[in-house]
């Protein structure tokens, strides 16, 4: 019975095997197709994972290069646009000059009014007696010379009785946003109530306003009528203000403050240059005195200087060095706070 059982087993057991080894006889191929198949679908989605990474990549790189140029094409319009600006403050032309003095009259009666003063000054001249080349250079500097020296020097005196009352327009817009009033009320304040120029100024604010600009906007255009530092700075103030937020009140009262400490400044630059500035004007005006000294002393020593060729020749060899002296002392004693 034992020996039946276990060649009974014994042939259950080679019946298993051979089973399985003719099963994987017959399924080897497939079961290594199989796992072919599944290393190729591995390496394909390794190799799709690779390029999606890839370009992933590659659109992260362009997506990057087209901001680095956005902003470079940005910062390089706002270069453009802050070059313009300089230039326009700097050295603005005739027509932009006209409106910083606060002048109404319009470029072609200017040009009008400076042919008028040129050939006045010819006919001055030559009613005079003066030389026959003189009157051409005295209408040139008729026409191209006293009315724009004119314009230069209102455009000083507005600038400056600009930053005399300027402050005191920024303390009153400040007690006014800190008594609860919108910005609007108390630049209209200003447009109303203040002195010249600081009204007129603030009044082509308040119309900006009225043709659709924002008080920012408008503000930081302020610097075109007005070419000062002061005035960027106020433009600069409230454009902050309105992207950023923050103490309105605050901000203009540091403003305000910064203008004053910088027209103290200013004061004792100019009462500590002063000792500079009197030597440069008594060393400027010491050969015109001499000369007429001399003159009246001894009129027949002096005279060859006017009458003669070299004469004319020494005088204007003299008063281009005098000239470029002047111009070095003023350099000198020429100080920007």
Known sequence: MFGIDITFLAI??????????????????????????ERRLAG??????EREQQRLAKDK??????????????LKGLEEKEKD????????????QLKQAGMTVPIERFYLYSVVVGIALAALSFFLGAPIYIVPAAFLVGFFGLPRWFVSLTRKRRIKAFLAEFPNALDIIVRAVKSGLPLNDGVRLIANESKEPVRAEFRRIVEAQQVGLSIPEASMRMIETMPCAEAGFFGIVIQIQ????????????????????????KAKVQALSMEAKASAGIIGALPFVVAFLVYISSPNYIMPLFTT??????????????????????KMIDFEV
Do not use: T
């Not at 019946?15 to 072919?36: H, M, P």
């Not at 300089?86 to 005739?94: E, F, S, V």
């Not at 060729?309 to 003023?330: C, E, F, P, T």
């Open 309 to 330: 060729s070299i004469g004319h020749i020494i005088l204007g060899a003299a008063g281009v060095w005098m000239l470029i002296g002047i111009l070095v002392m003023r």
């Open 85 to 96: 600006r300089d230039r326009n403050i700097r050295r603005p032309p005739l027509k932009i």
């Open 12 to 37: 259950i057991v080679l019946s298993g095997l051979s089973a399985g080894a003719v099963a994987y006889a017959l399924l080897f191929d497939r079961v290594a197709d199989e796992r072919k198949a």
């Open 44 to 49: 394909i989605k390794r190799s799709e994972g």
């Open 61 to 74: 790189n362009a997506e990057v290069a087209r901001r680095r140029k956005s902003i470079s094409d940005s």
């Open 242 to 265: 309105s992207q950023a937020g923050g103490n309105l009140s605050e901000a203009l009262g540091n403003l305000s403050r910064v203008l004053r400490d910088r027209k103290k400044m």
